[in-house]
């Protein structure tokens, strides 16, 4: 992830998206748990905790990759530490693909008309990004 990956479009859409979807961020949150192990049961034993609080880490992990889109270099540390837990939490690379399906989808339910085709395709990326850095891998397009 660096500073060129995303146009200004991009970062202005996933951001904008972003700021009308944080009140309510914890509750999708919860809601993309509740999809993601009904889509995915397998999914369900890898995780250890209270599931309230994981929605919560989780959106809050996504608002400080949205508000760092412009200075990505910044965030790349800490999502390249992100991906090397997610090693030791015995999760697989392929894993990746159907959790940011899921979550794209959900936030998608939850903008509604808002979330137009640019909007998440930006998301698609976003999510494709952060994905291949926490794999340790470089993003090709
Ligand atoms: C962009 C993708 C993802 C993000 C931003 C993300 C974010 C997080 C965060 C913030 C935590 C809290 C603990 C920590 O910081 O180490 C966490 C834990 C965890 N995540 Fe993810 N995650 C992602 C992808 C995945 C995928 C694909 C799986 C596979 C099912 C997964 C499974 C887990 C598990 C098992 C834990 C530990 C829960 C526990 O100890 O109970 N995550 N994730």
């Not at 959106?59 to 090693?87: S, Y």
């Not at 509604?112 to 998301?123: L, Q, S």
Request: glycine share 8%; aromatic share 10%.
């Amino acid at each position: 992830m660096d500073s060129n990956q995303f146009t200004k479009e991009e970062i202005k859409l996933i951001q904008y998206s972003f700021s009308t979807l944080t009140t309510k961020s914890k509750h999708v949150g919860e809601k993309f748990y509740t999809r993601l192990f009904e889509a995915n049961p397998d999914f369900a034993k890898l995780f250890k905790g209270d599931m309230k609080e994981q929605a919560g880490a989780l959106m809050r992990m996504v608002k400080t990759v949205v508000e760092g889109l412009n200075h990505p270099e910044i965030i790349v540390p800490a999502i390249q530490d992100l991906g090397r837990r997610h090693n030791e939490y015995g999760v697989s690379p392929e894993q990746y693909q159907a959790f940011g399906d899921c979550l794209v989808q959900c936030i998608e339910e939850d903008l509604g008309h808002d979330f137009n085709a640019a909007t998440k395709k930006a998301w698609q990326k976003l999510y494709s990004v952060l994905a291949e850095e926490m794999k340790g891998n470089k993003y090709n397009g």
